[in-house]
């Protein structure tokens, strides 16, 4: 028995194609608005544009590619230029700026007597107004491929306006089609539901360009993009509901075998655990040849094909529903990893806690908690006992925190006989008088590597093996690294300067450097192995905007810290970084390194870098129950989901922030259509609906544990 839940396997605007429980392979790039059915063992691809609709099939997936054998199969089967509806509608006959979301949909004789067929709604565009209408044709060959014109008498590429109960064309902005069947009971028939200002409406057909009285989808609230049924095995229904970069499922109530009626809102079922992220516009769902049931949708770069799992919500063996974003207290500067069926999570450690290293580990996300792995039984590295400190610290020194531990995995082509996993750390030493007077500080970076192959250890010295011992970092003489912290990792995928890179951060400006302005820097080295850089390093970035300078004075400095490396689908190699005092407007901004084509720019230079002008990126002032968000680390699930984990002090009953800092996980993706001369890659959206503010802390997330 197969119940429906929708959960797409992909990441990213381009259309690809996987079976439940494969990762999504993008199948075309460049369609706006995709469509996608299977009939008789054809695929159609139906696809907006600025004029026209195109239709394209295939007899495979793979076949719809570009370059194929399939663009000689490409039809337009609409042309604004051809349609007098147009001018009837608008009062200019070349007033459309796009024609946008085609719906094919085939009626029965019993859905429609006398009007039974293949049809496609879509919706037009009007330029530089917001006024929109739906339209649709009717095939004149009967078959899905067309020609298309107009249903009651035949005319070649002429629309007929989808009309209200009154006779009039739905009232405009009417936008994004899309069709519901429900097949038995008192509420048998087809029904239209549409979007107009970004709220969802739906009402009942009486023929195919005519409906009923309708109602507010309610239920469905923000899903600007529209709704999109999907049918289950079993007679399941449900509404794939997507807007503001996400989709979330309704399901049609049923009783006793019997649907609930689909214009009342308490029909439908919300599902608020498992939202997909980085969709954008509307998912449309079909079954394959082999009956098997997938979704066609858009993400940054194209368009998609993926699996549809089983109906109402994820199963628990696929998705673990955490009881909130909370995902540890006590984290500082959180680093999670998800390897092989189990998450790894590694903290920042200070006083009163001691300077060591732990990494917890358990098969569920839910029990990465202090009460089910106390930190003190986890340790895998207690500096103190290392025999390095003493050699490159000085003798009798001791080692006060470490700070800000990241777990990299290396492979045997990006370092040939140093593949494995890596973790990187910055130790810190303060210096006092006899008496115990404080006088100075000394950070320096250091790595354990794993010699098991797994996450699991055991964590030795990656060059001499030895237990418990850990590898500064050495700069190009090969001496250890004088001063650094937040140590992270950047891989430029291609071109001149491919290569990984390590990021950490230098204070200027105090006592090492007084006569500079008391601030940090993002520096940047290229690395020659795991543990050693070659030539001098660049910086990434210093304190420039506003933002990052709040705060700063005599004693503390302008904050540009954490940096941390993320990926987009189509090569935009992004940096978030934290900045603002912690106690001031703490958050995330956001770099892009520059490129043309696969040529990216030199990292180390900070001309290469462009930063956000609208930052911050995330950012949790007025947050009624944290304060001080940060320091972000990035992980994907089995499905290829986005999240990153990042630590906040959460706020007490007085108003007050706690002194300890928990960790948290959050959903976050790329909006790759947000371009701008700052983010020419696009803009990363984080948080719950990707708003860029923390989610309350009792929201649920869904990160998919098995595929």
Same mark, same amino acid.
């Given at each position: 028995m197969h119940r429906l839940s929708i959960l797409i396997f992909a990441a990213s605007l381009n259309i690809a194609c996987a079976y439940a429980g494969d990762s999504a392979k993008m199948v075309r790039k460049g369609e706006q608005t995709p469509f996608m059915t299977c009939h008789e063992g054809t695929y159609y691809l139906a696809t907006g544009g600025t004029d026209r609709i195109a239709l394209i099939k295939s007899t495979s997936l793979e076949g719809?590619?570009?370059?194929?054998?399939?663009?000689?199969?490409?039809?337009?089967?609409?042309?604004?230029?051809?349609?007098?509806? %147009?001018?009837?509608?608008?009062?200019? /006959?070349?007033?459309?700026?796009? %024609? =946008?979301? $085609?719906?094919?949909?085939?009626?029965?004789? /019993?859905? &429609? !007597?006398?009007?039974?067929?293949?049809? *496609?709604? &879509?919706?037009?565009?009007?330029?530089?107004? @917001? @006024?929109?209408?739906? *339209?649709?044709?009717?095939s004149l060959s009967g078959r899905p491929e067309g020609p298309y014109g107009y249903p009651a008498n035949g005319i070649p590429i002429q629309s007929q306006p989808v009309l209200d109960a009154e006779g009039n064309p739905l009232v405009s902005p009417a936008a994004n089609p899309g069709i519901v069947k429900i097949p038995s009971g008192q509420h048998k028939g087809v029904y239209l539901s549409w979007t107009r200002t970004g709220q969802p409406s739906i009402a009942r057909l009486t023929s195919p360009w005519q409906v009923l009285p309708s109602s507010p989808l309610k239920a469905a609230a923000q899903a600007s993009s529209g709704c999109s049924a999907v049918y289950g095995d079993n007679g399941e229904i449900a509404l794939a509901c997507s807007g503001n970069g996400q989709t979330r499922k309704l399901t049609l109530i049923r009783k006793n075998g019997d649907y609930a009626d689909p214009l009342q809102n308490s029909s439908w079922a919300v599902d608020e655990t498992s939202p997909i992220y980085g969709v954008i516009g509307r998912i449309s769902s079909f079954r394959n040849p082999d009956g098997e049931l997938l979704a066609c949708y858009v993400r940054q770069g194209g368009t998609w094909v993926s699996g549809i799992a089983t109906l109402p919500r994820i199963e628990p063996s696929s998705g673990q529903p955490g009881p909130s974003t909370l995902l540890r207290t006590n984290t500082p500067d959180p680093c999670l990893v998800y390897d092989n069926g189990c998450f790894y999570l590694t903290m920042t450690m200070t006083p009163p806690d001691a300077a060591f290293l732990a990494i917890v580990k358990d098969k569920d996300l839910n029990h990465l908690t202090e009460d089910a792995h106390p930190t003190h039984d986890n340790i895998i590295y207690d500096p103190n006992r290392d025999?390095? *400190?003493?050699?490159? &610290?000085?003798?009798? @020194?001791?080692?006060?925190? =470490?700070?800000?531990?990241?777990?990299?995995?290396?492979?045997? /082509?990006? &370092?040939?006989?140093?593949?494995?996993?890596?973790?990187?750390?910055? =130790?810190?030493?303060? =210096?006092?008088? $006899?008496?115990?007077? %404080?006088?100075?500080?000394?950070?320096?970076?250091?790595?354990?590597?794993?010699?098991?192959?797994?996450?699991?250890? !055991?964590w030795v010295h990656p060059v001499t093996g030895a237990p418990g011992s850990a590898q500064p970092l050495l700069d190009k003489e090969g001496k250890v690294i004088k001063r650094s912290l937040g140590p992270s990792v950047l891989r430029v995928p291609s071109g001149e300067y491919r290569g990984i890179y390590l990021m950490c951060v230098l204070m200027r400006g105090q006592t090492e450097y007084p006569d500079s302005v008391f601030q940090q820097r993002i520096l940047i080295s290229h690395f020659s192995s795991p543990w050693h850089m070659e030539g001098e390093p660049g910086t990434v970035t210093t304190p420039t905007q506003e933002w990052e300078m709040r705060g700063a004075g005599k004693k503390r400095p302008r904050v540009v810290e954490g940096p941390t490396a993320f990926y987009g689908d189509n090569g935009g190699v992004f940096l978030t970084y934290s900045a603002s005092p912690f106690f001031s407007d703490y958050g995330l901004g956001q770099l892009t390194l520059k490129r043309e084509g696969a040529n990216y720019a030199n990292p180390m230079l900070e001309e290469s870098w462009i930063k956000y002008d609208r930052n911050p990126v995330f950012c949790s002032v007025g947050h009624p129950e944290i304060a001080g968000a940060g320091h972000g680390f990035f992980v994907r699930d089995a499905a290829g989901g986005r999240f990153f984990c990042y630590h906040a002090y959460p706020v007490l009953e007085d108003g007050t922030r706690s002194t300890v800092r928990n960790a948290y996980l959050e959903p976050y993706w790329i909006d790759e259509t947000d371009i701008s001369a700052s983010a020419p890659e696009g803009v990363i959206k984080m948080g719950i609906g990707g708003k860029g503010q923390p989610g309350p802390v009792n929201s649920e997330i869904n990160f998919v544990t098995k595929q």
């Open positions: 719809l590619a570009e370059g194929s054998a399939v663009e000689e199969n490409r039809n337009y089967i609409y042309n604004t230029d051809c349609d007098m509806t %147009v001018g009837a509608l608008f009062g200019n /006959e070349n007033c459309i700026s796009h %024609v =946008l979301s $085609p719906v094919l949909q085939h009626f029965s004789e /019993e859905d &429609f !007597p006398g009007n039974s067929g293949w049809y *496609v709604y &879509f919706t037009l565009c009007k330029k530089e107004t @917001a @006024a929109k209408r739906i *339209v649709v044709m009717k025999p390095m *400190v003493q050699e490159v &610290f000085g003798k009798g @020194a001791k080692i006060a925190a =470490l700070w800000s531990p990241e777990i990299h995995y290396f492979s045997e /082509e990006e &370092f040939p006989g140093n593949s494995g996993w890596y973790i990187y750390f910055a =130790l810190r030493q303060v =210096l006092r008088t $006899p008496d115990g007077k %404080v006088t100075g500080t000394v950070m320096k970076t250091a790595c354990l590597k794993s010699a098991g192959g797994t996450l699991d250890g !055991p």
